[in-house]
């Protein structure tokens, strides 16, 4: 493999994460290969929205409310994972996928593209020496919540994506056999 494969290869997700984040600069960048998703009709069905600092408690903050209307009797564990939920990662991206009517895009099409351009911006945070890690849980799909990160109505939510530098060491990859995923039909 050359070293582009190689390194489009070995792209490792890290459930535990530390100081430093990608910066302004950086996330920037990242945002632009993000965009760089297969796009058909050119919708542009994404947002992002970058959760970084002591925002990331008020982030938690709203999570816990949710999780609170969901199961109003869930206990003090589950409340504090939810509250503390986005401090695991310096940054927490919010990926949104901001659906329209297409007559010829339907919205399958455009969740795919956006959950593109996610794994692109994961990628991207590896690039620049990153890490992260896609993770959704019931707030992705609780309407409370998204209501209440201001999401409208044709919104959704594709995943959170939690950003900064591999604590510890990586995760030995799957071995994966690609003749087992793919046959010439
Ligand atoms: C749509 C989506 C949602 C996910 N949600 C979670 C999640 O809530 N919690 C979690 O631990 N992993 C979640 N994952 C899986 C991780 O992002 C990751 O893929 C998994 O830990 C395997 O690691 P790897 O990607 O390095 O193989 C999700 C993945 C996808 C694509």
Known sequence: MNEQLQF????????????PGPNADQMAQMI???????DHARLRPWRFLTVAGERREA????????????????????????????????????????????PKVPPIEQRQSA????????????????AGIWRTGDAAFDRTFMDAMELAANEEITGFLYLGTRDGNAKPLPDMNPDEFNRYW
């Open 59 to 102: 982030l938690g903050g709203l999570l816990h409310e949710a999780l609170l209307q969901r199961n109003p009797d869930a206990d003090e564990t589950a409340q504090a994972k939810a509250r503390n939920s986005p401090l695991r990662a310096p940054l927490v991206v919010v990926v949104i996928c901001t659906l329209s009517e297409h």
């Open 32 to 38: 632009k290969v993000a965009m760089r998703a297969p």
């Open 8 to 19: 489009l290869a070995n792209r490792n997700s890290a459930p535990k994460l530390c100081a």
């Open 115 to 130: 959950a593109c351009a996610a794994h692109g911006l994961l990628l991207a945070a590896e690039a620049l020496g990153f």
